[in-house]
């Protein structure tokens, strides 16, 4: 069954720390990956993608995330986490196959000032 | 990126009563569209996935006759929740992806909540 998985509930970072939300996928094919963030009472606003090409994808906000193959991962990362990131973090799979999107569990991050 | 407009942001109704939630492709042809709904503190639940003129197609264990999907065109599908309970009460949100795109892109929500 193709899955995406967010390990972590919740991640707890100081501001001015760098943050990693971890992502791991278990799909067929090529998988188009995605970070979105959702605040309280909000819809998902996207903050990156990876299609094909780097492996590194930078994004809104000072995100980025590594595309990892061999690890099947797409981890979310910040070099210096601000107060104002604290949210709920959604990892995606787009399926072009059945052109779906699968989420995962999402992660909740606590940045403490 | 493409703007996708739902439609309320939040709405409260009476039990038995039935809602009515659109959502809008602003600028771009939403050949698909899809509803998911969200229960406090959890993922996105895909509950149907719609193209446009055609029937939706329901996730295992969404009641079709309850939740009704329209796509009646190519900026606009909608979701009424029938004879609404307190147990529907939810957050639904829409995406909307089009020919050519490789993602899909998502309404800002409506909170729904049945008393």
């Known amino acids: 069954a193709q899955s995406v998985a967010q390990p972590e509930d919740q991640v707890n970072v100081a501001e001015g720390n760098p943050l990693t939300v971890k992502c791991t996928y278990s799909?067929?094919?090529?998988?188009?990956l995605f970070w979105y963030v959702q605040y309280p009472n909000r819809g998902l606003q996207f903050l990156l993608k990876y299609i094909t090409g780097d492996n590194l994808v930078k994004g809104s906000y000072g995100f980025e995330a590594e595309f990892n193959k061999s690890q099947t991962s797409f981890h979310l990362k910040k070099p210096s986490a601000l107060v104002s990131d604290s949210a709920l973090y959604f990892c995606a799979v787009f399926l072009t196959g059945g052109f779906k999107t699968i989420f995962g569990a999402g992660t909740r991050l606590f940045v403490k000032a | 990126g493409a703007v996708v407009s739902q439609h309320p942001s939040w709405v409260i109704c009476k039990s038995g009563t039935s809602v009515k939630i659109e959502c809008r492709s602003l600028?771009?042809?939403?050949?698909?569209m899809f509803w998911y709904r969200q229960f406090p503190k959890q993922s996105l639940m895909l509950m149907a996935t719609?193209?446009?003129?055609?029937?939706?197609?329901?996730e295992q264990g969404v009641e079709k006759d309850k939740f009704l999907i329209n796509h009646a065109s190519l900026t606009l599908s909608t979701l009424t929740v029938t004879s609404a309970h307190p147990e529907d009460s939810s957050f639904y949100i829409c995406?909307?992806?089009?020919?050519?795109?490789?993602?899909?892109?998502f309404g800002q929500g409506t909170r729904l909540t049945v008393v």
């Open positions: 799909v067929s094919g090529n998988p188009y």
């Open positions: 995406s909307a992806t089009g020919t050519g795109r490789a993602e899909a892109f």
């Open positions: 600028d771009f042809q939403a050949t698909t």
């Open positions: 719609s193209n446009e003129g055609s029937k939706a197609t329901y």
